[in-house]
């Protein structure tokens, strides 16, 4: 049977990126995800849920993120789901997925300003332009 494990998130920087080396030298680092989601409930009032998850980054792109990002940055990333097992100290089995990040784009800081709504569309929060600001071919509304 064919599988498929693929994940696309953007959201905000929960925490610094922690970044470490294995015994080999490799770059690895650890940060948390922030990812909202806004919605309209039946009766029209506004709502938002929030999800966390762990991301796990590798190599180059472990030590661009621990460079460049911080708390409150804003990130689009792919990866992949990874299940982590292991056992306490009390000898119970234990369980955690987090995210694998295969590529990472960084994005502004402040992510509530550029929302995206259920339907796909996006809220940049800019009004709309007008026609005598584009006359003059050296302005540009953006």
Do not use: C
């Amino acid at each position: 049977m064919a599988a498929f494990n693929r994940v696309i998130l953007m959201g905000n920087l929960t925490r610094d990126p922690e970044l470490r080396y294995t015994p080999s030298g490799l770059a690895v680092a650890h940060f948390g995800l922030a990812v909202n989601r806004r919605f309209s409930s039946k009766e029209g009032e506004k709502k938002e849920e929030v999800n966390f998850f762990d991301i796990e980054a590798w190599d180059k792109q472990a030590e661009l993120a621990s460079e460049y990002l911080n708390k409150g940055s804003g990130v689009f990333l792919e990866g992949r789901l990874k299940q982590d097992r292991w056992e306490d100290e009390a000898g119970n089995k234990r369980s955690r997925v987090k995210v694998v990040a295969m590529t990472i784009q960084f994005l502004p800081k402040r992510m509530d300003e550029n929302v995206v709504d259920t339907e796909g569309a996006v809220n940049t929060g800019n009004e709309p332009v007008n026609e005598d600001q584009m006359k003059d071919g050296n302005q540009r509304p953006f």
